[in-house]
């Protein structure tokens, strides 16, 4: 990577800034699902149950190397948690 240059740039000139934004995205998103899980004291089959799956989707869902989330599973898991998603798109 040359000096002085951004490194989002350079993930663009690679053609991996989309995959590495998701897998950064995914990964915040498990995280703050599983604190409010342990905030919760909540065990991944209560979860599992209260979002109505089962607990191997809710293990993909905190995968955080698996970026194939749906926005129906992710506001289950808020919903869930008593909580609600925020989704907005920001200038680049």
């Given amino acids: 990577m040359p000096t002085g ?3 989002d740039d350079y993930l663009k000139e690679e053609g991996i800034y989309e ?12 995280l703050q699902i599983e604190e409010e899980m342990k905030a919760q004291h909540l065990t991944k089959t ?17 995968d955080d190397t698996d970026t194939s989330l749906t926005l129906t599973t992710l506001a289950s898991a808020a919903a869930a948690l ?7 798109l920001a200038a680049a």
């Fill in 19 to 30: 995959s590495c934004t998701a897998a950064a995205l995914k990964k915040v998103l498990a």
């Fill in 5 to 7: 240059s951004k490194f």
């Fill in 46 to 62: 209560a979860m599992a149950q209260r979002m109505h799956t089962s607990r191997a989707a809710l293990n993909r869902l905190l």
């Fill in 82 to 88: 008593g909580k609600q998603v925020k989704i907005e």
